[in-house]
């Protein structure tokens, strides 16, 4: 008798997940899921766990920063040759 019980809570308990991974498989083709917080939170939690097994994510791309050149660029620098050529960029008129 028991053992009928036991099997029944078994077979609830499969149809029910059975019945909840058709209902997510559906779900996560919604608008909802897109712009909701659940997957925001399971992308947090999946890197979190991730961090465990040695997955990493990649770092941000670093930005490539360009100092201006001075008064007296050395020739031999091409930030400097560029910095140089002012005809793209004429100076405006100053009225001192």
Do not use: Q
């Not at 028991?2 to 499969?14: E, G, K, N, P």
């Not at 899921?33 to 990493?56: D, H, N, P, S």
């Amino acid at each position: 008798m028991a053992l009928w019980i036991v099997l029944a809570i078994i077979a609830v308990i499969c149809v029910a997940a059975v019945a909840g991974f058709r209902w997510f498989r559906a779900y996560r083709y919604t608008e909802a899921w897109r712009k909701g917080e659940l997957r925001g939170a399971m992308l947090g939690m999946m890197v979190w766990i991730g961090g465990f097994f040695g997955y990493r994510l990649p770092p941000p791309p670093e930005t490539n920063v360009t100092f201006a050149a001075g008064k007296n660029p050395s020739p031999s620098s091409p930030i400097a040759e560029d910095a140089i050529h002012t005809d793209d960029h004429p100076e405006p008129d100053r009225k001192t």
